[in-house]
Every structure is written in structure tokens, then in C-alpha cells.
Nanobody
Framework: LVLVESGGGSVQPGGSLRLSCVAS????????MGWFRQAPGKEREFVAG????????RYIESVRGRFTVSRNNAENATYLEMNGLKAEDTAVYYC??????????????WGPGTQVTVSS
């Protein structure tokens, strides 16, 4: 499975971005999808995840209510809608495919990442 993210960019605080992750390869719908991020000088952290049965989602506390993860299995895609962006959301965002969990080792396939910068 090959994953490619898009939709990153620069935005002012309070703004919105929608990240997309498109997968090529078979069996996309059988994987849970996760979004992670890595800020400069920090460890990569889990942000949000969605199960392969798309009625289960999970988020870290700092983004709950602002970010929404979704997927479209017919399009082999997962999305991260980000609203109310804050400076502390600045990071490289990665999508990943694997098991429905909030830690890196549960995910087998990773995209190259897309930069999100929140600054005035």
C-alpha cells in the first residue's frame, strides 16, 4: 500500500485546512487509518484514527472538537478536516494504514507527510 498526503499549507490562527491521503494498492478498506504529526524538535504523535468499519474514530484531547477524520473506501482516501487551527498544530502531518490504535507500531504503511504551518 502506497500512501500520499496532500492539502497542507500555511494558514492563520483560527483557519482551516483539509488534508487528504490517497492510497494505491489493494485492500485499503481493510485497514484502519491514522493521522500523526511531528512538530520541530518533538516526537511524532498520534492525532486521529478511523477504523476500517467507519463508525469508530479516536482523537487526542488537544484536537477533539476541532479536527474530524473520515474516509471514503470507494476512493481509497482518508481525510483530516482541521478547524480552529492553532500555532501548536504546526507540524508535518502523516497518514498511516494499519490497526486501529493510537501508537506508531500499530501502523504498517506511511505517507511521506505534508507540512501544516499555522502562523499570523
Amino acid at each position: 500500500l502506497v500512501l500520499v498526503e496532500s492539502g497542507g499549507g500555511s494558514v492563520q490562527p483560527g483557519g482551516s485546512l483539509r488534508l487528504s491521503c490517497v492510497a494505491s494498492g489493494r485492500a485499503f478498506s481493510t485497514y484502519a487509518m491514522g493521522w500523526f504529526r511531528q512538530a520541530p524538535g518533538k516526537e511524532r504523535e498520534f492525532v486521529a484514527g478511523i477504523s476500517w468499519i467507519p463508525n469508530k474514530t479516536r482523537y487526542i484531547e488537544s484536537v477533539r472538537g476541532r479536527f474530524t477524520v473520515s474516509r471514503n473506501n470507494a476512493e481509497n482516501a482518508t481525510y483530516l478536516e482541521m478547524n480552529g487551527l492553532k500555532a501548536e498544530d504546526t507540524a508535518v502531518y502523516y497518514c498511516a494504514a494499519g490497526s486501529y490504535a493510537d501508537y506508531e507500531d500499530a501502523y504498517y504503511y506511511w505517507g511521506p507527510g505534508t507540512q501544516v504551518t499555522v502562523s499570523s
